[in-house]
T-cell receptor
Framework: AQSVTQLGSHVSVSEGALVLLRCNYSSSVPPYLFWYVQYPNQGLQLLLKYTTGATLVKGINGFEAEFKKSETSFHLTKPSAHMSDAAEYFCAVIFSAGNTPLVFGKGTRLSVIA | DSGVTQTPKHLITATGQRVTLRCSPRSGDLSVYWYQQSLDQGLQFLIQYYNGEERAKGNILERFSAQQFPDLHSELNLSSLELGDSALYFC????????????FGPGTRLLVL
């Protein structure tokens, strides 16, 4: 079955530290990959996406992610965490062309400590 | 602001009742998706419409139904509600229903008592 795995339901980092949120998916065919962020009591906001082309994708708020086909991964990083980055982050995948609903990971809650 | 609107923001009702959730997509978007977010199941796809026609179906219960109207707004109808239906229901829209970005509304929080 097609699945998206986010390692770590909760990640805690210090302000200014590196943020690394992990996402792996189950597919042998390169899918379409997305990261969304959800702030408390709000909807999901797109951070970045990979469809084709360059495997290192830059998004909003200083986040970036790298598509690694051999590792079936799409980890999200940010060099320096800010207090405002505290939120829930979701990795989502469209597994094949023409099959467009998003399959989401369980989410990772990011806490930033002052 | 994604441009996707959902009403109501909150809904409290009793078991056995029926409710209707409404979604207006971004201007120009033809496709609407419904997702359910719950603590135990996470974010799950329910159903997709494109230009008034059902395009894809996910884990949607038979007690739930949806439609997309000629003005492209969509409604999700939930009937014979159970405690376990309490969740956050999101609507998302995209331009053509292909592999492009889906923009999410703020959600409707449903509480079934």
């Amino acid at each position: 079955a097609q699945s998206v795995t986010q390692l770590g339901s909760h990640v805690s980092v210090s302000e200014g530290a590196l943020v690394l949120l992990r996402c792996n998916y189950s597919s042998s065919v390169p899918p379409y990959l997305f990261w969304y962020v959800q702030y408390p009591n709000q909807g999901l906001q797109l951070l970045l996406k990979y469809t084709t082309g360059a495997t290192l994708v830059k998004g909003i708020n200083g986040f970036e992610a790298e598509f690694k086909k051999s590792e079936t991964s799409f980890h999200l990083t940010k060099p320096s965490a800010h207090m405002s980055d505290a939120a829930e982050y979701f990795c989502a995948v469209i597994f094949s062309a023409g099959n467009t609903p998003l399959v989401f990971g369980k989410g990772t809650r990011l806490s930033v400590i002052a | 602001d994604s441009g996707v609107t959902q009403t109501p923001k909150h809904l409290i009702t009793a078991t056995g009742q029926r409710v209707t959730l409404r979604c207006s997509p971004r201007s120009g978007d033809l496709s609407v998706y419904w997702y359910q977010q719950s603590l135990d199941q996470g974010l799950q796809f329910l159903i997709q419409y494109y230009n008034g026609e059902e395009r894809a179906k996910g884990n949607i219960l038979e007690r739930f139904s949806a439609q997309q109207f000629p003005d492209l707004h969509s409604e999700l109808n939930l009937s014979s509600l159970e405690l376990g239906d309490s969740a956050l229901y999101f609507c998302a829209s995209s331009v053509s229903g292909q592999e492009e970005t889906q923009y999410f509304g703020p959600g409707t929080r449903l509480l079934v008592l």
